[in-house]
């Protein structure tokens, strides 16, 4: 049986873990290795580091802070997003140790580019980074370089579904950060019936990981900050579903005992 | 175990770095090369892959390595691929129009069907007596990936259930393909890379 997937994310800004609030505020929370080493310890399923100043700075991808990443030996998959812009970027990305990358910025506006990466590395490793919210009954979607947005049209983000992302990254921008929030009107409303949708932003109570599981589009949730505030905080999340959708909580053995 | 070299295959696609990290974990002593004279003297040979199969097969010519992973599977000596790197090992893939692959293993390797993509934790069934993969029956590993193994069901050692079966382990002799990623799967994938390393240079 293919588990669903509860993955734990790093938001990175200026080389730091932090603690973004609807990715307006920041509180600093210390180097990302660190956290990424928790992730690893307390079995989550996935972990995803997101960058979120790469691209607005015109820098590319940190390959730096992911080649560190990579010398830990962390033995849970690694997704990374920020500052991919090209094929070549995308082919480093995964060189230098994630699995899958999230793409944001070229969706807006050079999808071409999307269709060479997923070339390159397989559209199994691509995930499209949604910042979204809803008004008037239907989906806005965020640009972040710009701080406008608009309502999501299905003509708008075409490489969504020509079958080069696997999954949709639906960010609940408005409430990120914030406990118990996640809109999940976001996930009823988006189009693109054929992609599977990882739920993230404002999500922290076993309940809404359950209803949100619950639902056949929705392959993953994704959890930040909230991991890091109370003990066995992965362990309580992943025994909330009823129907054992994700994979037991189990902590690493340590090789040293 | 710490006398065991494995050479890790670099072909400039792909992440050998997790894979590098995960065999020091587990105590094997690793070489990181593209260089025949380099990797020739491991006792294993890794192939790893994270990408499309094309673009793979093409950096594997361009280096040489497709000639001297033939040649060395020739001499029965082990090589083990992971996710791209087991379809790698095959007769050739459908991913982007027809690419021929190694050939060490018969059979190909064909879209996954109306599931697109396979991505996550799933469990693995196996489904001969090979001895070396007792007790995988249940146990949980991450895949990653949109296309699957069709051949001979004589080279599927275990397979894996979506809405279908397909095989996430094949062996042919001291040739082994695992589609998924064990260096990513936690405990259990270590403890399993540890166990086929240590078998296929025993044996």
């Known amino acids: 049986m293919l588990r669903k997937r509860l993955i734990g994310v790093i938001t990175v800004k200026d080389g730091w873990a932090v603690q973004s609030f609807s990715y307006q505020r920041y509180l600093p929370l210390g180097r990302p290795e660190r956290l990424a080493e928790n992730l690893d310890r307390w079995g989550t399923d996935e972990i995803l580091v997101l960058s979120i100043d790469r691209t607005a700075k015109g820098l590319g991808p940190d390959l730096s802070l992911l080649r560190k990443l990579a010398a830990l030996g962390l033995s849970t998959p690694l997704t990374y997003g920020g500052g991919i812009r090209t094929a070549e970027d995308a082919g480093n990305v995964i060189q230098s140790g994630a699995e899958r990358l999230c793409v944001d910025a070229s969706l807006h506006g050079n999808q071409g580019a999307v269709r060479e990466m997923a070339a390159l590395v397989g559209a199994q490793a691509m995930i499209a980074s949604l910042p979204l919210s809803t008004g008037d009954g239907q989906i806005r979607w965020h640009d972040y370089r710009t701080r406008d947005s608009s309502a999501l049209a299905e003509a708008d983000l075409a490489v969504l579904g020509e079958g080069v992302i696997s999954e949709a990254l639906v960010i609940d921008c408005i409430h990120e950060g914030r406990r118990a929030s996640f809109d999940p009107r976001l996930v009823e409303l988006m189009p693109f019936a054929q992609l599977r949708l990882i739920a993230f932003g404002g999500i922290s109570e076993p309940s809404q990981v359950s209803s949100l599981l619950a639902s056949p589009r929705v392959a993953a949730v994704a959890v930040g900050n909230f991991l890091n505030y109370s003990e066995h905080a992965v362990q309580t999340l992943k025994r909330s579903p009823s129907d054992s959708s994700l994979r037991p909580p189990a902590y690493a053995v340590d090789p040293e005992r | ?203």
């Open chain 2, 1 to 203: 175990m710490t006398r065991v070299a494995v050479g890790l295959v670099d072909y400039g696609v792909g992440n050998h770095s997790s894979v590098h990290q995960s065999l020091q974990k587990i105590g094997v002593r690793c070489r990181v090369s593209d260089d025949p004279a380099v990797l020739s003297p491991c006792d294993l040979l890794l192939l790893p892959g994270v990408g499309a199969f094309r673009p793979a097969m093409e950096a594997l010519k361009r280096k040489g390595l497709d000639r001297y992973l033939v040649e060395r599977a020739s001499k029965k000596r082990p090589i083990v691929g992971i996710c791209l790197g087991m379809q790698l090992l095959t007769e050739g893939s459908y991913e982007g129009g027809f690419t021929p692959g190694l050939g060490l293993i018969p059979g190909e390797i064909v879209p996954l069907g109306p599931l697109l993509w396979h991505i996550g934790w799933n469990t693995v069934t196996r489904v001969t007596d090979d001895p070396l993969f007792e007790g995988i029956s249940g146990q949980t590993f991450y895949f990653n990936h949109a296309y699957k193994y069709h051949g001979p069901q004589q080279f599927k050692v275990c397979t894996t259930r979506v809405e279908y079966s397909f095989a996430s382990v094949v062996r042919r002799n001291k040739i082994i393909g695992l589609q998924f990623h064990p260096e990513k799967s936690q405990d259990v994938g270590n403890a399993l890379l540890r166990r086929v390393i240590e078998e296929l240079c025993r044996a």
